[in-house]
């Protein structure tokens, strides 16, 4: 049988690599416009992911799409997830079930976002966290380069408590110190299906601690990944015009 040559769907991305904070992970690069860091979702940066950047390019950014587990610019496996999820669990970086933290990568995100703003300049850089990733664009905020933060889905900490499912993925003082930069006048996007139980009651938190500030996008029906997998055209043409809005005016 003649062997299938799979093309990835990060063949036309320039790859290299991020180091930080003892940390190094792949970073993929496109575009050329004020820079997104879209941080891909379980079970890995598969094309659903690689195409939502897409759209982020033809929209006028620039795009770093770092690569922190699983598949790269394919398609997962059958049962490719229940590998790694069982590892995120027990990965410190992720902290699906603890409380009150925020991930150890955050200083990793400070870094490269900061050297996204070097390299493509603008009024600073948007995050866009998905999933298990979701949390990571409010620990991205705590930057000041950081200036258009979007959480799709968020779902991390699992919530198998209430009180997990409150957490939005901070200490209390990277809380206060979020509330702050909202305060000043950074919003923050949240896009998730309104039946999504994994969402827990974030959202909920987020109104409380941000006010006018958060804005929620609360889409009908039971999906789950609403920019890539279940992707919902209201969700991303919200995400785009949130980031165009931050990131390209005045440029």
Same mark, same amino acid.
């Given at each position: ?13 320039t790859s290299g690599e991020h180091t930080a904070d003892g940390r ?9 416009? +004020? =820079? &997104? ?5 379980s079970p890995g940066l598969t094309p659903e992911v690689v195409a939502f %950047? ?12 770092? *690569?922190?587990?699983? +598949? ?17 669990? &027990?990965?410190?970086?992720? =902290? ?7 991930? +150890? ?7 490269? %976002?900061?050297?996204? *703003? !070097?390299? *493509? ?11 298990? !990733?979701?949390?990571?664009?409010? %620990? ?13 889905? @968020?779902?991390?900490? &699992? ?72 992707? *919902? @055209?209201? %969700? ?12 390209? =005016?005045?440029?």
């Amino acid at each position: 049988m003649a062997r299938v040559e799979v093309v990835s769907a990060l063949e036309t991305w320039t790859s290299g690599e991020h180091t930080a904070d003892g940390r190094t992970y792949p970073v993929y690069r496109k575009g050329e416009g +004020p =820079a &997104v860091v879209v941080v891909h979702e379980s079970p890995g940066l598969t094309p659903e992911v690689v195409a939502f %950047a897409e759209h982020l390019v033809a929209a006028g950014l620039g795009v770093a799409l770092p *690569h922190l587990f699983g +598949p790269a610019g394919r398609r997962s496996y059958p049962g490719e997830a229940m590998v790694v999820i069982p590892r995120l669990c &027990v990965s410190r970086e992720f =902290a699906l079930f603890t409380t009150g933290v925020t991930t +150890p990568l955050a200083g990793w995100l400070h870094d490269l %976002a900061r050297r996204l *703003h !070097t390299d *493509h300049g603008g009024p600073g850089v948007g995050v866009v966290g998905m999933c298990v !990733t979701g949390g990571f664009a409010l %620990a991205a905020m705590l930057d000041p380069s950081v200036v258009a933060p979007v959480l799709a889905q @968020p779902a991390a900490p &699992v919530p198998l408590t209430a009180a997990r499912a409150a957490d939005v993925g901070l200490s209390d003082a990277d809380l206060g110190r979020v509330v702050d930069r909202a305060r000043d006048g950074c919003p923050v996007l949240g896009v998730r299906y309104r039946a999504d139980a994994s969402t827990g009651t974030r959202f909920e938190t987020l109104r409380r601690a941000l006010g006018p500030a958060f804005t929620a996008v609360e889409l009908p029906g039971r999906g789950h990944a609403t920019l890539t997998g279940d992707r *919902h @055209p209201e %969700a991303v043409e919200q995400v785009v015009s949130f980031l165009r809005r931050r990131l390209l =005016a005045g440029t």
